[in-house]
């Protein structure tokens, strides 16, 4: 669908009876893409998926139902039977107008597609390049997802968000040794700096070109974007309000005290230009807004829905999102963002004689978010000597509690921050800079 006008009307025939409390919702998410790989014509891809949710109130449980197919009565009746046994709920509706945003237009155009495959094949010429034997892959994308929302009070609101999104990279067999590298980057008015993100990718893949060997040991070791936000993926679960109401999270009682180091200061930002979830309104029509979460290391505030929010007598903030179009809004941040510092890359490598750069790792997740502990096996690790990033390491298992990763071990906070996706593992986009942790565990297999 192109240049097409989102009319808040067309929830169609969803209404409300006398008394009835809850809203539905209207998602559709479109994704246009170019992917070159493996020496072929680049490969044009269009992706369309469209999800009605309800979600209902009654005697004060939670129903909800979502479909690709069935009707707004259908959906109302499932969302009415599964109250029943639903969770206790305290979900109110938020007070909108009601045509808040409407007319909101599509930003495609199919102009787009020669723009995204010149870029692409720019590129992948550029990976090409790097090594007869380096086998690379692009793939450019453009996401856009228009939520039309309406409420039982009344409230209508329509609202679309677009970002492009650039992942390439590439891999390198030599015998048993396998080198990849990969990168994303996001950005909302126009395809990122493919010149820049190839000359990123070149110097990765030349810092790998050569193996070092190192003895178990703590190092300090600079946290680049992609696994900073394995490390904050704890720090939500002690933010958030499941962990908050069943009284599981130890910050329940600490806002306005000290929990992180005094160096980091972490938000729930909407409003950040490039931002995936940047737009007037989350996934339940509450306005959105700049919230710190840690200020200085303090904690400020929760990440809450309407329904957590309201469970902890605290006003909404804007901080419920669907981590997928049939999922119901959970208590997630808009866009993650950790301010930077004023410390360039060099500068971190700098601080140490001897440090490690990590930019991947494979299982680095908490086992139990809450306690924060991490152990995963570097994908992605390089040593650094006197400032200057000498080989790659292999063979290496890094571990951390990330609680005190991020109290008296960080060292420096970098100023170079660059998006991470939403994923599987990541519940929210996050716009992060590097982090620099000292005594961090690393175990070697020889």
């Not at 009654?58 to 109250?83: N, V, Y």
Request: aromatic letters at 6%.
């Amino acid at each position: 669908m192109t240049n097409f006008t989102a009319e808040p009307g067309s929830l169609g025939k969803l209404s409300w009876d006398k008394g009835q409390s809850g809203d539905g919702a209207d998602i559709q998410r479109q994704v246009w893409s170019v992917e070159v790989k493996g020496g072929q014509a680049p490969m044009v891809r269009h992706g369309s998926e469209q999800v009605r949710a309800v979600r209902m109130v009654q005697d004060g449980r939670l129903g909800f139902a979502a479909s690709r197919t069935k009707s707004w009565l259908e959906l109302k009746q499932e969302a009415l039977r599964s109250c029943a046994n639903g969770p206790e709920t305290k979900l109110d509706e938020p007070v909108i107008g009601s045509t808040a945003g409407s007319n909101i237009k599509s930003r495609w155009t199919s102009a787009m597609i020669p723009q995204m495959n010149g870029a692409a094949l720019t590129l992948y010429h550029t990976l090409q390049n790097l090594s007869s034997d380096f086998r690379p892959s692009v793939t450019i994308s453009f996401v856009q997802v228009t939520t039309q929302l309406t409420t039982s009070n009344g409230g209508q609101a329509v609202w679309t968000q677009g970002y492009w999104d650039v992942s390439a990279g590439g891999r390198r067999v030599n015998g048993t040794d396998f080198h990849g590298i990969a990168e994303t980057r996001l950005k909302a008015d126009d395809i990122p700096d493919i010149n820049q993100l190839g000359l990123d990718l070149a110097q990765r893949f030349g810092w790998g070109q050569d193996l070092q060997t190192i003895d178990s040991g703590k190092y300090p070791i600079v946290f680049l974007p992609p696994v900073t936000m394995g490390l904050l993926t704890s720090v939500l679960a002690r933010l958030s309000g499941p962990s908050l109401i069943s009284g599981n999270s130890p910050w329940e009682d600490q806002r306005e005290q000290q929990v992180l180091s005094p160096l980091l200061s972490i938000f729930s930002d909407a409003t950040i230009p490039d931002g995936p979830r940047t737009s007037p309104f989350d996934d339940e029509g509450t306005s959105t807004g700049k919230w710190a979460l840690i200020e200085n290391g303090i904690l400020k505030n929760f990440v809450l829905n309407r329904d957590a929010a309201r469970h902890l007598g605290l006003e909404p903030q804007g901080m419920g999102y669907r981590p997928a179009p049939t999922a119901m809004p959970l208590s997630l941040p808009a866009n993650l963002v950790i301010q930077p510092s004023a410390s360039s890359f060099s500068e971190l490598l700098n601080r140490f004689p001897r440090m490690l750069v990590l930019n991947g790792w494979i299982g680095g997740r908490p086992t139990n978010p809450l306690r924060g502990d991490i152990a995963g096996n570097a994908s992605d690790l390089y040593f650094s000597e006197q400032g200057v990033i000498t080989g790659r390491v292999k063979n290496a298992v890094i571990s951390v509690n990330v609680f005190d990763a991020l109290s008296h071990q960080l060292v420096d906070v970098g100023q170079d921050a660059s998006w991470v996706a939403q994923g599987m593992m990541q519940a929210a986009p996050g716009k992060l800079p590097p982090l620099l942790i000292d005594h961090v565990d690393v175990t070697v297999r020889q």
